[in-house]
């Protein structure tokens, strides 16, 4: 009974780890070009905030963290943004960040155009780290 209990125990806490590990690993990420603050993130991805400084941003979703990102940062569901920039399109024009389907495939597109702004699970040092969520 005791064996049981104490690999009870340790899956539990093994399985708390893993749960607080996912949940942490969401970071907003931009060109090292640009000065972003945790405040404008929202702005950027729903299109209302489209130049800092002389740069024009670039949002770029990253596609297996966009669920999470739209929930915690957007506060939007996957529909509502679509339809924020359906909106966008046909009154302003704009077209919606373009789709990346991996942390690197987003840090690479970030560090190659000076206004690019991302998300991903894991930063380097190619990019400026906007905020930890």
Same mark, same amino acid.
């Given at each position: ?15 708390? $780890? ?8 969401? @970071? ?20 209302? /905030? ?24 957007? /506060? $939007? ?9 359906? /909106? ?18 987003? @840090? ?20 400026? $780290?906007?905020? /930890?969520?």
């Amino acid at each position: 009974m005791q064996r049981i209990w104490k690999r009870t125990v340790l899956l539990l806490g093994f399985l708390l $780890v893993c749960s607080t590990a996912s949940a942490a690993d969401l @970071i907003l990420i931009c060109n090292k070009g640009i000065n972003l603050s945790t405040a404008d993130a929202r702005d950027v991805y729903v299109g209302d /905030k489209q130049v800092e400084g002389s740069t024009k941003l670039v949002p770029v979703d990253n596609s297996s963290l966009q669920k999470d990102f739209l929930d915690k940062v957007v /506060k $939007v569901d996957s529909a509502k943004y679509a339809s924020i920039w359906a /909106k966008k399109g046909f009154r302003e024009g704009l077209n919606p960040p373009a789709v990346k389907n991996s942390d690197a495939e987003v @840090i690479a597109f970030v560090k190659a155009n000076p206004g690019a702004v991302g998300y991903v699970s894991k930063a380097n040092d190619d990019v400026k $780290v906007v905020h /930890k969520y």
